[in-house]
């Protein structure tokens, strides 16, 4: 029954803790660089928000070990060109089953355009989102800066804690 809810579990209690703590570890730092994106957001831009800073913080907070800088602008480029679609969707027409295959299909088409590669993907999955939560009452202004402060809280994170390395592999290869 363990082998099905846990393949590879630890055969020892003591091992336990070891073996959660990466798990742990990428949960409280992805929690905490989303919360304080929020914080941010509440404090800079003042009267309405919405959680897109978290938003953009948590998707640029994602970023393997392996990703590099370079990687980490991309992923913020494809998280707000899929805000600034959706934004401009929401300002226009709000959510609907077009306004929903025009997010999708715009940021696909300009996530080819800017040739995000790996990262495409994030911007029609950021728009789809942005549409889905966004306020009418909250300027486009303010979607673009809580964007960008979520973005600067995720690579500041990425910088100061970065993800773990999966050691773990390499060291059975050896």
Same mark, same amino acid.
């Given at each position: 029954?363990?082998?099905?809810? /846990?393949?590879?579990?630890?055969?020892? /209690?003591?091992?336990?803790?070891?073996? &959660?703590?990466?798990?742990?570890?990428?949960?409280?730092?992805?929690?905490?660089?989303?919360?304080?994106?929020?914080? !941010?957001?509440?404090?800079?831009?003042?009267?309405?928000?919405?959680?897109?800073?978290?938003?953009?913080? !948590? &998707?640029?907070?994602?970023?393997?070990?392996?990703?590099?800088?370079?990687?980490?602008?991309?992923?913020?480029?494809?998280?707000?060109?899929?805000?600034?679609?959706?934004?401009?969707?929401?300002? /226009?027409?709000?959510?609907? /089953?077009?306004?929903?295959?025009?997010?999708?299909?715009?940021?696909?088409?300009?996530?080819?355009?800017?040739?995000?590669?790996?990262?495409?993907?994030?911007?029609?999955?950021?728009?789809?989102?942005?549409?889905?939560?966004?306020?009418?009452?909250?300027?486009?202004?303010?979607?673009?800066?809580?964007? !960008?402060?979520?973005?600067?809280?995720?690579?500041?994170?990425?910088? !100061?804690?970065?993800?773990?390395?999966?050691?773990?592999?390499?060291?059975?290869?050896?």
């Amino acid at each position: 029954m363990v082998n099905l809810a /846990w393949p590879g579990h630890p055969t020892q /209690w003591r091992d336990v803790p070891a073996r &959660l703590q990466p798990t742990m570890l990428t949960t409280l730092r992805l929690t905490t660089g989303s919360v304080l994106a929020y914080l !941010l957001t509440l404090l800079i831009s003042g009267g309405k928000i919405d959680i897109t800073g978290a938003l953009t913080a !948590l &998707l640029v907070m994602q970023a393997s070990a392996y990703s590099t800088l370079r990687m980490g602008i991309v992923r913020v480029g494809a998280v707000l060109g899929g805000v600034l679609v959706a934004t401009l969707l929401s300002y /226009w027409v709000g959510l609907s /089953w077009w306004s929903l295959a025009l997010a999708v299909g715009l940021s696909l088409i300009l996530s080819k355009v800017l040739r995000l590669g790996e990262q495409a993907i994030e911007m029609p999955i950021s728009a789809m989102l942005i549409l889905a939560v966004s306020d009418p009452a909250i300027a486009a202004e303010t979607r673009v800066l809580n964007t !960008l402060i979520g973005a600067g809280v995720g690579v500041t994170f990425n910088l !100061l804690y970065p993800p773990a390395l999966p050691v773990r592999p390499a060291g059975d290869s050896i």
